[in-house]
């Protein structure tokens, strides 16, 4: 491991709070999926994410007399709901006195800090911006940055390129996640992990334990994460 020198962050679920109901975008996809005799029960884990509907319906459709570039069109339409929702939603929304106490710390121990995320980059600017917090932040990598694709959500390419906005490799950095779409590529780039646990997250993280270096359930518990990596590293 080099230097710590940056942590990353993703953004939902770890620096921001998820208020938003999806609700209505599950089923507006069921019932879009439903014209073809497709039928599903959306209360268990394996549907607990879009993606992973949106995967197991394309599944489930191969060999259907379907519309030509039907998921591609549901997959826009989906992604103009989900924008809809957060962006309402960014109006009131604002970062907690934990996180930036938190980044506030990570700051004054003079490493740079990033957000890598799916969401939108106005929608962050805008919650940012309503928590006078913009300026605690070296980078910032959002769906805006690339072309998303609900079936296949792969963060690799926002880490890559957070990376090189805060010019350091991934043996220099900290990635903090909730979902194993951010502690993969973080695993992949050698990056310490830290897992940011809850009840509705727990399953998934369980199943990639391995790769994950450290687990909090609250952000203030990042700060002396920190403090012992350093009190631990070579001088």
Known sequence: MGELKAVIFDWDGVLVPIRINLEQVFDYIVKEISKYGVNFKINSVKFSTIEALIKTAKKDLQGKDIPMNFFDKLQNKVLVMINEIFTKDALTNSLNKEVLQSLKQ?????????????????????????????????????????????????????????????????DECMVVGDRPIDILPAHEVNAITVGFIGSDNRHQMDTIADKIDYTIDSITKLYQIIITLEDHSPT
């Open 106 to 170: 990570v700051r004054e121990l003079g490493l740079k800090t990033g957000i890598f995320t799916i969401n939108r980059l106005h929608i962050v600017e805008k919650i940012l911006n309503n928590s006078n917090a913009i300026h605690l932040f070296d980078a910032i990598v959002t769906q805006d940055d690339f072309v998303l694709n609900l079936e296949n959500i792969d963060k690799k390419e926002h880490l890559d390129a957070c990376l090189e906005r805060l010019q350091i490799s991934g």
